[in-house]
């Protein structure tokens, strides 16, 4: 057992010392894609303007309520959510998506992890230049509150240790390739992302909105990107969702990490 971690550690470690070149892994990953385009990166952002404009509309228009405060929530919820829900979208191709890569090359495994989580925390950064962007458009921009600077090291800790285990049981267990993305998609709408837990809320909505990690992690970044400070039991959530994450990944990786190659 000692022997797993060590060898765990030695990975974690060159890993790290890789970061020039999974860094550069990640934004060549970004930029080729939209290589030769007319708007070239700005269709990264095209997702999250669509989704906050429409249902900004819904929301906001029909349902009578202030577009110029609706569409600033709406759009920061979208925006981080996108960094969030990574656990449950893009983690499932760690090391599926570079079987290849694998099966070739001695890299350390914690290389194809930190990637990954670089590419989707790049794209983040981008669509945060949109954000701010949209918020001084709509005549309501504020000054992100300092909470941001503790709020988004624990979400990319958070996303690195979970999106370790979600990649390992991706390679293992094939099915949840395809069926993570749906979990995603429900997770969304279940989370309030675009939606007000209004009034006093009991039962099972309690729970949605009280103890689910995604709000939590969600809020202690879009609250300071909106100028607010996030209340104190949502910094508790998202610190008990990194604990327990690096915990998992501390039990799950060391002894199971050589068989990922026999997986992918």
């Known amino acids: 057992m000692s022997s797993d971690f060590n060898k765990a550690g030695k990975d974690l470690r060159n890993g790290l010392k890789l970061y020039k070149v999974w860094f550069h892994q990640a934004y060549h990953g970004i930029s080729s894609k939209y290589k030769n385009t007319a708007l070239g990166s700005l269709w990264i952002a095209g997702s999250m303007v669509a989704t906050s404009l429409s249902l900004s509309l819904v929301f906001g228009l029909i349902m009578g309520q202030n577009l110029h405060e609706v569409l600033p929530r709406i759009m920061a919820g979208i925006l981080v959510y996108g960094l969030v829900g990574y656990v449950l979208g893009e983690a499932v191709e760690i090391f599926l998506g570079a079987a290849g890569t694998i099966k070739n090359h001695a890299y350390p495994f914690t ?32 000054v992100p509150h300092w909470s941001v600077l503790l ?50 809320v009991e039962g099972w909505r309690k729970v949605i909105i009280d103890y689910n990690p995604f709000f939590g992690l969600v809020e202690v970044i879009r609250d300071p990107l909106l100028g607010n400070a996030p209340p104190m039991h949502l910094w508790v959530l998202a610190l008990v969702t990194m604990i327990s994450g690096l915990l998992v990944s ?6 199971l990490r050589r068989r990922i190659p026999f997986w992918v």
Not at 118 to 134: D, G, K
Request: charged share 10%; proline share 7%; aromatic share 20%.
């Open 250 to 255: 501390a039990l799950v990786f060391p002894p």
């Open 111 to 142: 290389f194809y992890v930190f990637e990954n989580v670089t590419r989707s925390v790049l794209i983040f950064l981008h669509n945060l230049i949109v954000f701010f962007f949209a918020l001084v458009c709509v005549q309501n921009f504020k």
């Open 151 to 200: 709020g988004l090291p624990i979400v990319i800790v958070t996303i690195l240790s979970w999106g370790c285990v979600m990649g390992m049981l991706a390679a293992r267990f094939r099915d949840l390739r395809f069926l993570m993305p749906y979990i995603s998609q429900l997770v969304f709408f279940v989370t309030p992302i675009f939606w007000y837990p209004a009034g006093k």
